[in-house]
């Protein structure tokens, strides 16, 4: 069924909702029983109703051996197997550990750290992502792998390499960061003006004195630093491009991509976007986050490709073992989280891995099929009663994607500079204060999308840019014509401090905002730990109202036209302005001078959501998630993550795609339950 | 009178309590009054009721200046000088520390660490354990020694390098371990499987691959980290068996050891006893540790080569400097844990050392003679009052041992497979485990036994095996037939996880061990610090009761002819099996799930004990230890923890050997207090 | 006006309070309107009242931009410019960071650390202080301006380099070490018997041996580790006075000085300050210091150079950016500190910086000009207020200075000793220990002196010396005296430990200070965190009384003459003596077994106040601070370092320089309110 029904092209079409996993039927190979090992597999994914397998990724040392020697049989061999059950592959290009003959070849492919310390072979992405040899015999493999699978009917999807991040500090990088700074900056003197090296006399004569940053050489030029960071993320991307272009090449009719996953620090995904025909991402919240942190990286992973679906490559069905703490996923959890995902516009649901390995780091990594071998475990149990819930999902609905009016701005060079160790606080932790933002519109179930400071604004009724250090010139000036057009801004302290390459914003902060803000900061006082002053609101009324902490930091702002909705309530600022407003040709803009506590937070966009008018899909109690996707059809997603069974009340009768039931007016979900929702009348 | 009465011949007999410690005459030879500061160490000695000091041990500098020049001279005074005062020598083969001028001449002699720099000289145990230099160079010292003194009569024992422990991960011992892989796996691809490199593409193609472990290179696979810990303790051990050679061959009448200290993390002391003619021990618990923690390794050390006599090498007769905190003994104290290490089969009481150090890192390290030169201080009266004390003690005393019939089973690959940092938690600690059971056995005053899984159990009626993780196909069948022919086994969770490369066990947890526990271990659950559940006892009796708290980590159990004894309070395993029982054969199995608090296992214990008879030597109150030694004679040791005084209800009459008085029914030991009872009619 | 009141000649004669800051002006070179931020600049220095700015201390690239190329003129342009406005520079020699360049073409200018990484190129002081080519291209720089600018109307003051403290262990450092060694011991047996190298088979034979401490090599030496923070200061010091001879050489009439900073715990200051036309401190302590602690260090620095006044030369105006928490001065703090310092006996106020930084690690540090670049600022104003406000300051109160009845012993030296990590104890803090004292008398407004222990004692009434370890025969002798002749010594556990070579002291602590203090400390008992004992005061007075608790650290004493005024209350050593009084020859001595809480302290503070008839310049209400300065004329400065307002009665009628008002009787002190009272009738 499923075979046939795919639609072939550089675009994926979905028939169904893909489910399945990581699958690396290599490491059995060593067990005498392997084939049946193998035969067992493809009964049990049949039984577990998956239709895609990533395969492969991890194979480099077993396609070839040896430099001149390939051996593809076997996975000829498990290709077939998959094919004969109509099951898919997202076929890995291999490339994400060397074999260990290759490091021994070629040294200098293992990477050098910023103390100019050659690593040593082993563990995996251990490359310096510049390393010519690397480079060419990887895309070697990838051709061949190419030109052997390119019409298979199993090929569904590239996997190229796997959760890109290599860094390296070698003489090879150091020279190709140079060419990388003569793009950036044309001339020696530009880098020396761009960086302010003239203080503590760090003045380049030469291009060949400019190094990589080094904990044991040059880290007091903040620019340099952030550069670097900026240098690793495209020299990845130039090595994953390496590979992607041999594959378009030669199968055309392949969509190609590799999977994100953290946030990795210095892998910049708004960049790398654009080059993956789908996104896809490996979700590993940690066992006692709240459900708003996996829902942030899915609308971040969702808003990269807007209206495209995604794709959940990875999650455990269990736990994992590399956390510091690695409790189990309590019964349903797994389930919620899936669905979670296809909430927010995935169309796969993917587990990390099929069968659990053997030895290794990840040996007690958890697996859809455990050590125990066989499928009598809660957890195949599970794994296998999704799977065939899922094919309860119309294909319809696969064509549908969400839609969000309010847009929560970040961008890797702000992660670089707000975290970058000279700012005047310890305490900067950038992700999380996006997330501070995120979490409150979350609880009201206002859909939003998380967009650079590069993309078009019009789309949106409001753009939340917390820690808005780094603002170019044309950036602010996009904010500015998107606020006089009717836009509301909303930004926060430290914001506004920095150019595109971290020089200070002369003339008065937050540099290029200012007058879209209408507001001086004319000092700031980074508060120790613990310490919190407080945030009176000023002209109450229904929706805004109240006092609350706020904590890390406090500006000192002048009014420049702004007037201030909230005032500090101590210390020598008290009476000050802490929240301002402006109106601003037609549109209107917020700057919050310091952190308010999740309270304050919650008041504000209780206060912005009631000025623009911002509602949730359906309205449900708090703690029960909604989101809304449409296009072929509208769904509405209802996820209860209480312990407790929830009511909702309909405004229209709906079905529920997973039950069939047909829903008046009240619906209850269980604890911990899930529906899908379609107005019987759409 | 003591020189007399010794035996000579490879195995020591005991005249007497050997008293006395380390002592270092060469480092007063800087001072122009040398002469007579060594006759003021060997009146101090006479007066303090020494007959034994370590000598030697750091002098390989004094003893050769040069690779050419070799100076005895000073060794032969001061042997002859003790002599005269009929005082022994444990002569150290002075292989500990090497002289500056071999680590210039010869700088692979100094070891490289895993990221491959190559340390500089300086300290002690600062060699590689490989280096054939070192080697050559200290058995050419250890031969000179022997012949030199082989028939001097103050010679009593060797003491070969000191606290054993050099790692080193240079070129030559990478060579060196593929050797000693290919001796234990044989060809290469053997090595693969059993490490399942093909995870990550990291299979060996080339021996010379085959890299030591790295924190910057190969640091995922916990195989080749768990096979590097046990080669590292191999060449020592080779290095140590060097020596010995040397001395068997030249002073076959003279016994042979090292001291164990720590517990060395990869110094498997039970493969090395079997090479010691005497096990020694130095002991430096905590100033906070509870008392059982020192006789839990009396008890180790007494265990590795049972019932002979063993020695306490080394103790503080005041403080130590290195500790993190380091208050003094208090009065009474440094006399309690010399008893106590008799008590449990100790037949020395040696203290670190004679007189304080004048410089150098431990010169704050405490010592019988201090910085003030003299004998009127606490810590001189104390000791020479302990050492009078011990005359009174009857040689045939010396002649006996403890029995156990309860048996804690440990191992050092466990402990590597336990504490590698791939395992699902981050809070084992395998010693802490063993022994949070052996305090509640201690608590009893029922006597334990440490021994290795590859030991024979027949002895014991009870065998506790904690964290018993890695657990061969052997292993578990010399179990089962243990159980089966009625012995009684107790295992934890994390147990019976891998086989003895670090494979998984496949089929069901706890592998081998399973068919003997009569469970299945579907599932595990790693708790989060701080949190508990709660494990509430089944099948009440007065023996068997209670409700108590558990943490660290839950088993989800599937009973397989077992039952449940106790149950989980809390979570979605509520209910499920906590402890279970089993019935096999004509003996039983326990399995516990958790790790339940001190009052938990205090239950159990209390369980077993009634269950299979256990008995402490004597009734006393808790907090009163109680041992005995049997043999030539039978004595009783009473030491009492508290600072109270117990009374003790005797079922005998017995005579207190240091007072030589007769207890008829009730003895009142002070606080701090020691009595050794022999009964009056045995 | 200033110009022609400044007294040329090798000591600077203070016209008025010099006044300004770090000025870096060709880091706006890059600018394209620099020239007219320099004007701007310029504008606004006069403005803000400055005298004095420091130019040209990261220079050198700016200076030099290539071996052969030298680029002066800028320099020349700000000089002029500075002199035409009267504004006087302290001029940078530039040498406190190489250009790129230089660690190019010379790379071992680079440090290498103690495991022989040489350091990559960047930051600042980041060279090896025995380098010679450092100092030969450095010693060229600083002739170069020496020459050009002898003559310069605007040239006040030499500031070679900057907050010395560079630290190698390069070979070259190693072999000008050994020549250091030979210097100190002469023969190399003789090293060896100092630094009882026999302990480990540490003896060296052969000077080769001899390598600087490192923490992967010899690392178990306290007196090598001891005699290479020596040998580090005194190869900067070299450094530095290479610099000196050239400019005392080219122009012997302008004074010469580096910055101090920190403190600095390898730089030992008492043996730089003799080099030291004028002392400088960089004045930069936590926001939540207690005042007493900027006091601590101002009397330091004055105390180096006593009688004769010191520079306060760098202070934040606002806030900086690398502690660890950096919130804002608060209004009026920065003023409260500037005259503190000139209460201390400084003749300056400066800050760093002038203009705030567009980048770089400190473009976040506060200074006078913000990034905003304009006047219209808390900061600007604030300093502009100060500078009009120290005009008012009659020329006779800067040859003025203060005197101390009371000195605190310091050396570097003993701090070494003290925090070296093989010590008894873990908590030492050498420095927080000092400012438990002087804490103690700074509360009481009693002036002291910080003073080394060579240092002639005479003049002193009190002399305190806490934690005295390192001792040496000559030192013990000249306390002896005073304390003969009259003087009051008070002295503190782990005090006369060690010789100077780090050689324990024999026969009894504290060594050659026991005699005086009438004592023998038999033993010690270091605390662990948080464990207390109690300190009872024995024969209580109206000025002794109470009881206190202690911490960290009981000694065991004997009592041999001296008598106890306190015992402990706790532990085996409760009734023993806690301090002890010695009446011995005229004088009299005290020894402190513990370390008393605050309370303690200030009881013991208040005795010797009583006895010796101690007294503050004014009787003032506690948390107003009050010192003295006298010579040309007798100042009273008062500071409050509290909320309120605070009322101070005065015994006659005195003139506030600041207001010019003449009080009778009465003087209320705003909160953070300063004056400078001068007696009517003086």
Redesign the interface.
Known sequence: MMYQSVQRGSKLKFPAVFYGGDY?P??W??DKNWREIWQEDVRLMRKAGVNLVSLGI?????LQ??EDHFTFEWLDDILELLAEQQIFACLGT?T??????L??AYPDVLPV?E???R??????L?YCPTNEHFRRLGQDLVRRLAERYRDHRALLLWHVSNEYGPACYCDHCAMRFRGWLQQRYGRL?EL??H????????????W??V?P??S????????LQIDYQHFLSDMNLEGYLGEVAILRDVTPHVPVMTNFHGLTRHIDYFSWAQHQDIISWDSYPR??ATPDVAAFHYDFMRSLKQKQPWLLLEQTP??V??H?????K??GVMRLQSYQALAHGSNSVMFFQWR?????????HGAIVG???HEQ???FQEVAALGAELKLLEPALLETHMQARVALMMSWPNWWAVENR?????HFNYIAELQHYYRALWKRNIAVDIISPDQPLDNYQLVIAPLFTMVSEEQGAAIEQYVKEGGTFLTTYFSGMVDE?????????PGPLRRTLGI?V????????GKTNTLFCLQETDDWSGTYNCEHWCD?VQLEGAQAIAIFGQ??YAGRPAITEYHYGLGQAFYVATRPDAAGVDALMKMLQSRLGLTAPLQVPRGVEVTRREGKMVAYFLLNHLQEAQCITLSEPMRDVLTQYIYEQVIQLPALGVAILIPVYQ
Do not use: C
Not at 58 to 62: I, L, Y
Not at 216 to 223: D, V, W, Y
Not at 324 to 328: I, K, T, V
Not at 357 to 364: D, K, L, N, P, Q
């Open positions: 690396n290599e490491q190979m060593v991890f194979s480099w040392a077993a051996p040896a291999a994400a550990a060397q074999p260990a003959w490091s021994v750290d103390t100019g310390v690593h040593k072979p082993g563990v995996r251990n003197d020396n003006r960086w302010i090296t003239s203080i503590w006399s760090r003045t380049y004569t030469a060949e004195q190094q940053p080094s044991i050489g040059e880290h007091s030029l903040p620019a066992y006692n269990s736990q073992q590399w510091q703490e690695n409790p189990l309590r019964p659990q390995a053997r030895g290794g780091r990840e040996m007690y050590h125990a071998g475990t809660r957890i000279h700012t005047p606080s310890r390459s971290h020089r200070a914003w002369l003339g008065g902060f001086w004319e000092e700031f006082d980074p508060l120790p730990a000192i210390d020598f």
